[in-house]
């Protein structure tokens, strides 16, 4: 560490009346960035510092007298954890001369949201001292508690006019997708980049759908590309995200870190293309319900990139995480819990439409009511246990073999088909079903279907359905009186 340089910093430091300190930045001989270190620290820094991290166990026997000698000249990353997107602002101001400006929710590491200037700095007269792969910026902080909104909206003006915009086509009355449809393609436009999407999670439920997407000139499906991604890939963001308010990755240097945390989603990137990923959480309610992906934007413009993201992300937050509600909401409304089918409810309001729509415009469809035989055996002899082990199990056989069909749970142990199937393929399954469900000491399904070829009347073939299995259960307990209870 060069005296004059460091005497010189040290008095300039002390003139402001916030934390400041001046940053060391080394080029690596590649051009990348190398080392980061607290070259000096004033007094207002060394005590905020020394209040946010001291309680820390590495940290508990450090006097407040030593702790110049343990900030000053260590690396960034002694006791913050290593943060790409930091790096990169950092190394922009020392080595680009650029002025810098964020504002940062790092509620996740300190419990606050974060103000950070940076510009560089030089020692005038010191040039002589001065190692010429090493440069100097200046790094000054604010604290706050909760978000201020004004510092949160200091952005250049072609960046507020852009949030604008996604705000208000958020907010018309159009349909949901449509909207976010709309700002996602903008954004990848805005910020140059091959793709964006948002993708939500239920992480109760272990499952991810990427609900809106845009790529360059349409060239991929990003949510056929995420049908072969397992959930724990999309899980393992988490993780990643519980000590930064975002992921960015610009450069090879970022995709090595991130592949020593997170080495299986590296290689889905790798295998993808991806050589450059913002990655920002959608938190509701301290709870990430969604995130914004964006791959292979310009790195040239980071700054002005993630600026712009992170406004639009903070507004699509509310309205991903409202648009998540009333699809679980439907969800719970619609389907039954135990089977997975859709429930009685369902089946009364769909066969309400259904039926007026046939009725405007007939065709063909069929109907089928499977309805289990000896489930009250089964519940009295191996506890209701194991009779909703039997429920769940013949569920999953209807899915495999109606996968494209409507499958409703309409009773206790009755199950509906609605299929538009042509009759000789509908009848096949039905043949099907016959072989798969025929075990009288388990799965056997009661079965009467009906096929309408032209009249429309939905409910009168359900009702044919209906009597149809009631005439093949009959013939069950003729064959199995003792399951008759």
């Known amino acids: 560490m060069s005296d004059q340089i460091y005497k010189s910093f040290k008095i300039s430091l002390n003139t402001f009346t ?272 969604g995130y914004l992906y964006i791959t292979n934007f310009d790195v040239d413009d980071m700054e002005r990139i993630k600026q712009t993201i992170e406004l639009v992300a903070f507004f699509l937050t509310a309205e991903v995480a409202n648009h998540t509600f009333l699809e679980r909401l439907e969800y719970l409304s619609n389907v039954d819990m135990l089977t997975g089918v859709f429930n009685r409810n369902c089946m009364n309001v769909n066969v309400d439409e259904l039926s007026i729509k046939l009725e405007i415009c007939p065709q063909p469809f069929n109907v089928a009511f499977c309805d289990l035989n000896g489930l009250k055996t089964i519940n009295d002899n191996g506890g209701h246990d194991q009779g909703d082990k039997l429920l769940v199990y013949a569920a999953d056989v209807l899915k495999k073999i109606f996968p494209d069909d409507k499958i409703y749970r309409a009773g206790g142990d009755e199950f509906t088909i609605i299929s538009f199937n042509s009759k000789p393929q509908f009848e096949e399954k039905i043949r099907i079903l016959r072989e798969q469900a025929s075990d009288p000491e388990w799965l056997h399904f009661a079965i009467g279907y009906y096929h309408d070829e032209s009249s429309g009347r939905l409910r009168l073939a359900m009702r044919y359905a209906d009597e149809e299995m009631y005439k093949d259960k009959n013939l069950f307990y003729e064959k199995y009186p003792d399951k008759r209870r």
């Not at 954890?81 to 650029?98: H, L, R, S, T």
């Not at 499952?207 to 845009?214: K, L, R």
């Open 18 to 289: 916030m934390p400041a300190s001046v940053l060391s930045v080394r080029k690596n001989p590649d051009g990348t960035c190398g080392e980061i270190r607290f070259f000096a620290i004033n007094d207002i820094f060394k005590k905020s510092y020394y209040d946010l991290f001291i309680e820390t166990e590495h940290d508990r026997n450090i006097s407040y007298d030593d702790f110049d000698e343990v900030i000053e000249g260590q690396l960034y990353t002694a006791h913050l954890p290593k943060e790409p997107k930091f790096e990169a602002i950092v190394f922009d101001a020392a080595w680009n001369g650029k002025h810098i400006h964020t504002y940062v929710d790092t509620t996740k590491m300190y419990g606050y949201w974060t103000e950070d200037l940076l510009f560089p700095v030089v020692c005038p007269g010191c040039e002589d001292e001065q190692d010429p792969d090493v440069r100097y910026c200046q790094f000054m902080y604010t604290l706050n508690r909760e978000m201020d909104t004004g510092k949160f909206a200091s952005v250049s003006p072609d960046i507020s006019s852009f949030v604008i915009k996604s705000c208000l086509e958020l907010r018309n009355e159009k349909d949901f997708s449509e909207s976010i449809n709309t700002v996602i393609k903008d954004l990848r436009e805005y910020t140059k980049s091959y793709a964006a999407a948002i993708i939500t999670v239920l992480s109760d439920q272990q499952e991810f759908d990427v609900i809106s997407e845009s790529v360059r000139n349409d060239e991929l499906c990003i949510k056929d590309i995420f049908a072969h991604i397992p959930y724990e890939i999309v899980d393992s963001w988490e993780k990643l995200c519980r000590e930064t308010d975002s992921i960015i990755i610009k450069d090879e240097a970022d995709m090595a870190h991130y592949e020593k945390l997170a080495g299986p989603w590296v290689s889905t990137l790798r295998d993808n293309n991806v050589t450059s990923l913002c990655l920002f959480p959608l938190i509701h309610n301290g709870v990430i319900t």
